[in-house]
């Protein structure tokens, strides 16, 4: 499917939105009452892509406190774009917006695991600048200062 990216908005996800989620909560077989549930702690972040009135993209994850260092660090559990809109460019630009939000508001950096095979997401960590220095294990960490 051809989508215009500059149709596609990115936001924080907010409880009011979990009712508009049902296409991708099916997709993820995630219950709305466990989003909910997830969504009430504050440290759990939840960030959704739209497109049109339509929630087409979900990123979710922690925000987590380290012993030597002050500010938090985002750790991206999940990112997933419903299947008919995958390889269009909204994986990169929820992405993106989700590493733009983390340097705006404070976070030391953001990280996400992967599997080296998972080529795709692979290059969508690179593209935001993601970097890899581990030669026995994959963790993209984006820093911020």
Do not use: W
Not at 8 to 17: E, F, I
Not at 40 to 68: E, P, T, V
Not at 69 to 84: F, G, K, M
Not at 128 to 145: P, S, T
């Amino acid at each position: 499917m051809i989508i215009d990216l500059n149709e596609v908005h990115c936001k924080l996800l907010a409880k009011k939105d979990v009712s508009q989620m049902n296409d991708v909560l099916e997709e993820l077989e995630i219950e709305p009452t466990g989003l909910i549930s997830f969504l009430q702690h504050s440290q759990n972040l939840g960030f959704i892509a739209q497109y049109h009135d339509k929630i087409i993209g979900f990123i979710y994850g922690y925000s987590l406190m380290s012993l030597d260092n002050r500010a938090p660090q985002l750790l991206i559990y999940s990112v997933d774009v419903l299947t008919e809109f995958q390889n269009s460019g909204i994986g990169s630009k929820l992405f993106q917006y989700v590493v733009d939000y983390s340097k705006e508001n404070g976070f030391s950096e953001c990280f996400v695991i992967t599997d080296k095979g998972n080529k795709r997401a692979c290059r969508i960590y690179e593209k935001a600048g993601g970097k890899n220095d581990f030669e026995d294990e994959i963790v993209y960490v984006i820093k911020h200062a």
